[in-house]
């Protein structure tokens, strides 16, 4: 079955710093969504990419997808202390209906 | 945006009883839910897709007698999780998209039921 892996598992960044996740997928996707996790919380929806090579940006977060749709990251630049979480990206396969999640990247940031 | 509730967000019940979670979605339909279970530190596995009006679909290795999914309505999904043992404590979530199509769309998530069983 479809496997999304995720890379690094845990992030300790300098705040001010930035830093990338990336998000690999087994199998080519019809799309990618990427969630957070704030510690004791449930995941938010952050945003959806659908076109291959779409790069969207939220303030300092850069989400890109990959060409071969496959592929994902998330750049943060400038870190926050209110960036601490998880970070999940989640893929749907082209002929499925369901998310399958990462293992998440756990960021921690130093101040 | 859309919310999502969940009902009890923790419990705590001995070994063989069975505990009842709700997922409610309160300001719009959903014909479709979906049911994660999340393990300390670990990602959100799916379990099941709850289906309005049919049977839930189970993931593999996902025992469906033993986690018992009722879509009552276009707002309401139950799991009940029958006989609960130590090893079913865990962090269950559940999800809706946002609108009556699954695909393409967001998933908002409900706070999660934290179970622990003794």
């Known amino acids: 079955g479809q496997q999304v892996m995720q890379i690094p598992q845990y992030q300790h960044v300098q705040e001010g710093e930035d830093f990338t996740t990336y998000c690999n997928s087994s199998t080519t996707l019809s799309n990618i969504q990427w969630y957070k996790q704030r510690p004791g919380g449930h995941p938010v929806f952050l945003i959806q990419l659908v076109k291959s090579g779409e790069v969207k940006k939220q303030k300092r977060l850069t989400f890109q997808f990959g060409e071969a749709k496959k592929n994902s990251s998330l750049h943060i630049t400038a870190t926050q202390t209110t960036d601490v979480g998880t970070y999940f990206c989640?893929?749907?396969?082209?002929?499925?209906?369901?998310?399958?999640f990462g293992g998440g990247t756990r960021v921690l940031v130093k101040p | 945006g859309a919310v999502v509730s969940q009902h009890p967000s923790w419990v705590i019940c001995k070994s063989g009883t069975s505990v009842k979670i709700e997922c409610r979605s309160l300001d719009f339909q959903a014909t479709t839910m979906f049911w994660y279970r999340q393990f300390p530190k670990q990602s959100l596995m799916l379990m099941a897709t709850s289906n309005e009006g049919s049977k839930a679909t189970y993931e593999q290795g996902v025992e469906k007698d033993k986690f018992l999914i009722n879509h009552a309505s276009l707002t309401l999904s139950t799991l009940t999780v029958t006989s609960a043992h130590p090893e079913d404590s865990s962090f269950y979530i559940c999800s809706a998209p946002n609108s009556g199509r699954v695909l393409n769309n967001e998933q908002f998530f409900g706070p999660g039921t934290r179970l622990t069983v003794l």
């Open positions: 989640a893929g749907r396969e082209a002929a499925g209906n369901k998310l399958t």
